[in-house]
């Protein structure tokens, strides 16, 4: 078991190492990376997954309301924790909903489940990355306008894959296999991003950035206690879901923190220590989901 935990976790470590001490010796600017992943590479590998005609989405909808379920209760439990540490929500809740399941996920449902697995993690990632867009830009900022949603590259990747994967049609193979290339793109240009990123970041604020690195994976794992028995989810579907809540913040909470001018430090400090501690969370979530 613990062999293959290694095998799962070091591929990633690998990337996200070469990526920060690229970044230490270079600095690259990033952003034009980070936008092309968001804009082509990612709504492609989501479009390429829910179409898949080897992937019955049907049989994963009980994945859609586990994902709700855990974002939600993770904010819920967070929010006391939030006031008795005199820490503003809008920093802390956001950070403890929505998880590395884009950055750290992904590549780890692939290399631990196989492909059926990667897709079925898919659906994860979505209801996770549609909240983020929605109510954790409202948590963030109640003046937040959701005009925009209906053109993010990931939404409509996300309708179109439906459309496609519930009716059946296909499209040819030849360009199934060129969106696919494209998509799988992502996984490496994400963790390879993730280590540039934590080059960037500051460890002030240690305290604030311990408190989420263990509250985040453990208000996670209780969403997904409770999401496995109520809704009776089968053991492929257990796993998947006991990986998802053990994950660390995502990274994107920093970007959209700096965006809203919510202490971006502070921040910065919890994705920090968050993402490190995973190196302990992880194995643990995965010698669970494996066992």
């Not at 829910?50 to 904010?75: E, M, N, Q, T, Y």
């Amino acid at each position: 078991m613990f062999e293959r935990i290694l095998t799962i976790i070091l591929p990633v470590l690998v990337i996200v190492l070469i990526g920060g001490v690229y970044a230490h010796r270079v600095r690259p600017d990033m952003r034009a990376a980070n936008k092309l992943n968001m804009d082509v590479c990612v709504p492609l590998l989501v479009f390429s997954a829910l179409a898949a005609k080897d992937f019955d989405l049907l049989a994963h909808w009980k994945l859609v309301p586990a994902a709700a379920l855990i974002v939600l209760l993770s904010g819920v439990l967070s929010w006391p924790v939030a006031r008795l540490c005199r820490i503003d929500p809008r920093t802390l809740l956001p950070a403890m909903m929505f998880n590395n399941c884009g950055n750290m996920g992904l590549p780890l449902a692939l290399l631990a489940f196989g492909q059926q697995g990667f897709q079925a993690f898919v659906v994860l990632f979505i209801v996770s990355n549609l909240l983020h867009f929605t109510l954790g830009a409202f948590i963030f900022s109640h003046h937040t306008s959701l005009a925009g949603l209906r053109r993010n590259p990931i939404v409509i990747a996300t309708l179109l894959g439906l459309v496609f994967g519930l009716s059946g049609i296909t499209l040819p193979a030849w360009l199934m296999a060129g969106i696919r290339m494209l998509g799988e793109m992502t996984i490496p240009l994400m963790l390879f991003a993730l280590g540039v990123r934590m080059v960037d970041v500051s460890l002030a604020g240690w305290r604030v950035g311990l408190l989420g690195a263990v509250l985040c994976p453990l208000t996670g794992l209780a969403g997904a206690t409770l999401a496995i028995p109520l809704l009776q989810l089968a053991p492929e579907q257990t796993a998947l879901v006991v990986l998802f809540g053990a994950l660390p913040p995502a990274v994107l909470n920093f970007l959209m923190a700096e965006l809203y001018q919510q202490e971006p430090e502070r921040m910065a400090s919890i994705v920090l220590i968050g993402n490190l501690a995973s190196l302990l969370f992880v194995p643990l979530g995965l010698a669970f989901a494996l066992r």
